[in-house]
């Protein structure tokens, strides 16, 4: 009876062994699966698959902002006519640009309008210098550049100081107002550096603008901007006109 018993409990304890075994094995399968990977205890979406999910979209770069300068264009100042530029100036550096009555004086580069001459108040009998160059225009490149034409026989409708102009855009045009009335029609073409309002003996013509004249003409980009920072430390202190008054 006593073995009976033994026998007994016996089974009861080995079938105890075994169901503890059985949830220690069901639990170690549980973690394995976890350390797996997070996602997969995740329920796809439809129509999304798990490995879907698991796919990482890489961030798109940052788009470029679009550069807000463009390079600088310089173009031959009379257009729609034929032109010739004098390679010499008398007294000044400047250049007289030959071109009949009536074609069109343009922005030589982008920039803003300087200062306008509206009334031709030339008098030959007294030859002042300030109305020599009848009507005129001027502009200050977005080179920093003044550029100066005059002679001409009409300004354009708009143009005044301030105006924001674009390389090409037309001005005025040619004539033969002021000093140029018994000579043949032409454009007076002056560069120099910035000055306040008035200072025509700048104005005019303060380097000689040939060079970049014939390379404007014939489609070249060449910049003046360093040829007038030179000009401009030589010429020193402006207390005036001093030649050609």
Same mark, same amino acid.
């Given at each position: ?11 009861? *304890?080995?079938?105890? *062994? ?14 394995? +699966? ?10 796809? =979406? $439809? ?8 796919v990482v979209t890489p961030t798109p770069p940052p788009t470029a902002r679009p550069s807000r ?12 006519? /034929?032109?010739?530029?004098? %390679? ?10 030959? &071109? /009949? ?21 030339? +008098? ?6 300030? +109305? ?21 026989? &009409?300004? $354009?409708?708009?143009? /005044?100081?301030?105006? %924001?102009?674009?390389?090409? %855009? ?5 004539? /033969?107002?002021? =000093? ?6 032409? *454009?007076?073409?002056?560069i120099s550096w910035p000055t306040a309002a008035g200072k025509w003996w700048i104005r005019r013509?303060?380097?000689?603008? %040939? ?6 003409h014939d489609g070249k980009t060449l910049s003046p901007v360093q040829a007038v920072a030179r000009?401009?430390? &030589? ?7 001093? =030649?050609?008054?």
């Amino acid at each position: 009876m006593a073995r009976m018993r033994r026998q007994v409990w016996a089974v009861v *304890l080995a079938t105890v *062994l075994v169901g503890v075994v059985g949830v220690v094995v069901a639990l170690a399968s549980r973690n394995d +699966d976890t350390s797996r990977g997070g996602d997969l205890g995740v329920v796809p =979406s $439809a129509g999304e698959s798990s490995t879907a999910r698991n796919v990482v979209t890489p961030t798109p770069p940052p788009t470029a902002r679009p550069s807000r300068t463009r390079p600088i264009v310089y173009v031959f100042p009379v257009g729609g006519c /034929k032109a010739s530029a004098s %390679q010499s100036h008398h007294d000044y550096p400047a250049s007289d640009i030959f &071109a /009949k009555v009536g074609c069109r004086f343009v922005a030589p580069v982008d920039g803003r309008v300087d200062e306008v001459t509206r009334v031709d108040g030339w +008098d030959p009998k007294t030859n002042v210098g300030r +109305d020599r160059g009848g009507l005129s225009v001027s502009i200050v490149g977005v080179d920093g550049v003044r550029y100066y034409g005059s002679h001409l026989s &009409a300004i $354009a409708p708009g143009i /005044k100081p301030g105006l %924001q102009v674009r390389a090409g %855009q037309t001005l005025a045009l040619t004539g /033969k107002t002021g =000093s140029a009335r018994a000579t043949p029609a032409h *454009l007076h073409f002056g560069i120099s550096w910035p000055t306040a309002a008035g200072k025509w003996w700048i104005r005019r013509g303060s380097v000689p603008p %040939q060079s970049y004249l014939n390379a404007w003409h014939d489609g070249k980009t060449l910049s003046p901007v360093q040829a007038v920072a030179r000009a401009r430390t &030589a010429y020193g202190v402006d207390r005036g006109c001093r =030649s050609y008054c």
